[in-house]
């Protein structure tokens, strides 16, 4: 991976807990430098990794991690999109304004502002790895879901256009929707029976597992997947 320090930069959001955190503490096993945010402070220690501990609905801070990887390492070789919350599971006739508002501001917008900073480095270095993390909910439109399975799918679609704008630049940009996985913060508010339902609908009938998430990812980092772009892989079957 082209750039000016011997280790690629890879920016995660989302981990001070769940997929991100295990995701971080993955890659920084496999020599990544990782420059990780979230709402929460971090429990991982480590000489490669960064923590910043931000508001992703503010897009000053937002811009002060980027700010971070350009200034002290030239680069970002990948963006994993991960944070994400599910504040309101409820009827779309009972949603609050401020749920709709703030979801949205999290879930997609911080999303899209990480992914328009990124690029502009990315395309010096004439490569980059832009991966967000949707959700099996865009493809089963679970009742109760509306506002979380709009976000993602919002982001499914952003996602298809930036791999057509950026792939001239040696970027690509894909979304991996996991299944559940068991023992995450949006794994734990889903009502059980709803979740076998929905699980029901899928080719893999069980939870994922964070393995999944990661094996998907090693493949599309790799400079032999460059014709892997604007995909959706959907974890479990669904």
């Known amino acids: 991976m082209p750039g000016k320090v011997d280790k690629p930069v890879m920016i995660i959001t989302g981990t001070s807990r769940g997929i991100g955190e295990y995701l971080a503490l993955y890659y920084l ?4 430098v990782v420059i990780g945010c979230s709402r929460s402070d971090s429990d ?6 960064h923590h910043f501990k931000i508001d992703l609905a503010n897009e000053h801070q937002i811009l002060d991690v980027i700010k971070f990887a350009r200034k002290e390492y030239k680069k970002i070789s990948v963006l994993i999109n991960n944070a994400a919350i599910n504040p309101a599971i409820l009827s779309a006739a009972l949603l609050p304004y401020e749920s709709i508002q703030n979801t949205f501001k999290v879930n997609v917008f911080a999303p899209m502002l990480f992914c328009r900073e990124s690029i502009k480095i990315m395309a010096r270095n ?7 993390i949707g959700s099996m909910a865009s493809k089963h439109e679970v009742p ?46 889903i009502d059980s029976k709803a979740l076998l339902e929905v699980l029901s609908r899928n080719a893999i009938h069980i ?3 964070l393995k999944d998430i990661t094996n998907i990812i090693d493949l599309l980092l790799t400079e032999e997947s460059h014709a892997i772009t604007g995909q959706v892989i959907y974890l479990g079957g669904a």
Do not use: W
């Not at 991982?44 to 990794?49: A, G, Q, S």
């Not at 004439?126 to 967000?132: A, E, L, V």
């Open 126 to 132: 004439k490569f980059g790895r832009i991966i967000n």
């Open 44 to 49: 991982i220690e480590h000489p490669d990794y």
């Open 207 to 209: 939870p994922g597992d």
């Open 29 to 32: 096993k496999s020599e990544f």
């Open 144 to 189: 109760g879901e509306a506002l979380y399975t709009s976000t993602k799918s919002a982001m499914i679609a952003y996602t298809r256009v930036v791999a057509k704008e950026v792939y001239k630049m040696g970027i690509t940009a894909n979304v991996i929707a996991p299944s559940a996985i068991e023992n995450t913060e949006l794994f734990n508010q």
